[in-house]
């Protein structure tokens, strides 16, 4: 099946500075891949959708000078949390998305997540 | 306010009984999806479903999605221990047909035990 993958899968940083998550869909392409995060007890957030080739579209209330993504290729996200604060500490998920079948239907595979520890 | 409803939040069920969890949305659902999540970890994909009525199998784990395409149920039959964790039902709530972005539950807590 269809594998994505998520580096690091654990980062402890200090404030002020920035830390890049990278997600990759290791044996398919995916031209739209999808940011989450997560919060304690609360679920999945969609943060943003990042499509290869132009630029990512954020959901509202997601600073996009904060959370910058770059669909840098057909199988590469990158999320980079800029100036990172103690309230940015999460649990970060990225998603692939696949199309197939006729009619065309959409699956999303997720990558195991970042967790992100801003002191 | 949440756009999908699961519940239960947490259930705990004696291992072997059967158990069932809901995912319940006030709009049309565009491709729901069931994931299984293990505290602090990745989801693991178990069935997506998209046409009213439809119902899908594996396994153990039923998931059917109603004529109205807005309530989901997922049931467990003869629950074994490697069922626990977390289940969390996620769709597109929107009109992009299950290509966007998906809205999730917050997750329903599943303790199996011995």
């Known amino acids: 099946g269809a594998v994505v993958s998520q580096h690091p899968s654990r980062v402890i940083c200090k404030s002020g500075t920035s830390v890049k998550i990278e997600c990759r869909s290791l044996?398919?392409?995916?031209?739209?891949m999808f940011w989450y995060r997560q919060f304690p007890k609360k679920s999945l957030m969609l943060m943003a959708t990042?499509?290869?080739?132009?630029?990512?579209?954020?959901e509202q209330g997601v600073e996009k000078d904060k959370f910058l993504i770059n669909h840098a290729s057909l199988t590469l996200s990158t999320l980079t949390v800029t100036s990172a604060h103690p309230e940015d500490s999460s649990f970060y998920i990225c998603?692939?998305?696949?199309?197939?079948?006729?009619?065309?239907?959409?699956?999303?595979?997720f990558g195991p997540g970042t967790r992100l520890t801003v002191t | 306010s949440q756009e999908l409803e699961q519940s239960p939040q947490s259930l705990i069920v004696q291992e072997g009984k059967n158990l069932t969890i809901n995912c319940t949305s006030s709009?049309?659902?565009?491709?729901l999806y069931w994931y299984k999540q293990k505290y602090g970890e990745g989801l693991i994909f178990l069935m997506m479903?998209?046409?009213?009525?439809e119902e899908k199998s594996h396994e153990k784990i039923t998931a059917k999605l109603d004529e109205k395409k807005q309530q989901s149920s997922l049931h467990i039959t003869a629950s074994q221990p490697s069922h626990a964790g977390i289940y969390l039902c996620?769709?597109?709530?929107?009109?992009?047909?299950?290509?966007?972005?998906?809205?999730f539950g917050k997750g329903t807590h599943l303790i199996i035990q011995p």
């Open positions: 996620g769709a597109d709530i929107g009109s992009g047909g299950g290509a966007d972005g998906l809205t």
């Open positions: 990042s499509n290869e080739g132009s630029k990512a579209t954020y």
């Open positions: 044996d398919f392409q995916a031209t739209t």
């Open positions: 479903l998209q046409k009213g009525g």
């Open positions: 998603s692939a998305r696949v199309g197939q079948g006729i009619p065309l239907s959409y699956e999303q595979y």
């Open positions: 709009k049309t659902l565009y491709g």
